[in-house]
């Protein structure tokens, strides 16, 4: 039986011998190193607080990242209070961490449907919706014109399990000005800086299941209609935010990537991390299984294409989003990154050094 096989098969029995520990620890140690893939920029989702409260946190992101992203800051919950302001903070912050360290920052996020601040609940029309949208751009982008070289300028713009009759998810942009809004957002980031990459970022386009596989279908449609527009897109962004039960259907997440690339189209990994609240609660298998399903993706996408970056979503197990939504009923921390809670490297970041530039 091979490896992976043995491996993952622990999964469904839910006991996990001895030996598998060893025989992961041995994959670990041969297979996993010996196949070096390109060399791509590595970052990780930055809370920018605890870049000063907690200086082994910093040290971690300056040790492993090229670039960072804030995890909050630039979504409109955290810059728009009111709708007559805009706070910085945060961005600004993380832009002077990212100069002092030689690394880039990406922009995450300027449209999304959710983590929206009351105020805009009021937005009524789509004269409202359109004036809306294009100021905040324009602020904001406007601002880290030349600073901010790479944009996530619409965030999860189809619905989980996307309708092929209509398979946008719901938002005030949306419901407002129809999926044009898209095309629109896109347009004024164009005009506002010229020489950004300009991202659409989504998640969940690696299963083998139906959904994923109706999600790429209709993700290609979407680029395919805004490609035929000429509206100015760059890349796709894939969010990653792996299941560490599900299976990678390496073929089809292959194939996927090289009709969007045909579309010249770039790739960012941009939210790498594994949801593993359904694995086993031995760490060290756990561990295991996590860095074999990132290594499963990151093969099935650099086989098709080389990523222009590859981001995690925080880099430390200590500053995670995943217990917030998959907390784990055995009660044990949520392993989702490539370090520990102690800062101490996993299986996971072997992989992603493997597959990155990451210096460390
Ligand atoms: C998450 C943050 O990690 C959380 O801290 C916050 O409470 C909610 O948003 N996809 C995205 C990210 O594009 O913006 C989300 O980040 C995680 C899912």
């Avoid at 292959?254 to 694995?279: M, P, Q, Y």
Wanted: proline letters at 5%.
């Amino acid at each position: 039986m091979q490896r992976r096989e043995f491996i993952l098969g622990a999964l469904g029995t839910g006991v996990v011998s001895s030996s598998v520990v060893e025989l992961i620890s041995a994959v670990s140690s041969s297979a996993l190193a010996s196949e070096a893939g390109p060399t791509i920029p590595y970052g990780a989702a930055i809370r920018v607080d605890h870049l000063t409260d907690d200086p082994d946190y910093a040290a971690a992101v300056r040790k492993y990242c090229q670039q960072v992203v804030g995890e909050g800051g630039l979504k409109w919950i955290d810059l728009r209070p009111t709708q007559s302001s805009f706070n910085f903070d945060q961005p600004d912050r993380l832009l002077a961490f990212a100069d002092e360290n030689g690394m880039t920052m990406r922009g995450h996020t300027l449209v999304w449907y959710a983590a929206m601040p009351e105020w805009t609940e009021g937005i009524g029309s789509r004269s409202e919706a359109e004036f809306e949208m294009v100021h905040h751009i324009e602020v904001v982008a406007g601002r880290y014109r030349g600073r901010i070289p790479s944009w996530d300028v619409v965030n999860e713009p189809i619905a989980d399990d996307p309708p092929q009759a209509d398979p946008y998810r719901d938002s005030v942009w949306y419901r407002q000005l129809g999926k044009e809004y898209i095309d629109l957002a896109f347009q004024t980031a164009a005009a506002v800086d010229p020489a950004a990459q300009l991202v659409l970022n989504d998640f969940n386009f690696e299963k083998t299941n139906a959904r994923s596989k109706k999600r790429r279908t209709v993700m290609l449609d979407l680029l395919k209609g805004l490609k035929d527009r000429d509206v100015p897109i760059h890349a796709l962004g894939l969010q990653g935010h792996l299941t560490g039960e599900a299976e990678i259907d390496k073929d089809g997440l292959s194939r996927f990537v090289e009709e969007v690339s045909g579309l010249g189209l770039d790739i960012l990994v941009t939210e790498l991390d594994v949801i593993d609240n359904n694995l086993p609660g031995t760490e060290t298998v756990r561990d295991q299984i996590a860095a074999l399903r990132v290594r499963d993706y990151l093969t099935a996408i650099c086989d098709a294409t080389q990523p222009k970056a590859i981001l995690t979503w925080g880099i430390s197990d200590r500053y995670t989003w995943v217990p917030i939504w998959f907390e784990r009923r055995d009660g044990k921390l949520n392993r989702p990154l490539p370090l520990d809670q102690n800062y101490q490297p996993k299986a996971m970041m072997q992989v992603l050094q493997e597959f990155t530039k990451a210096g460390a």
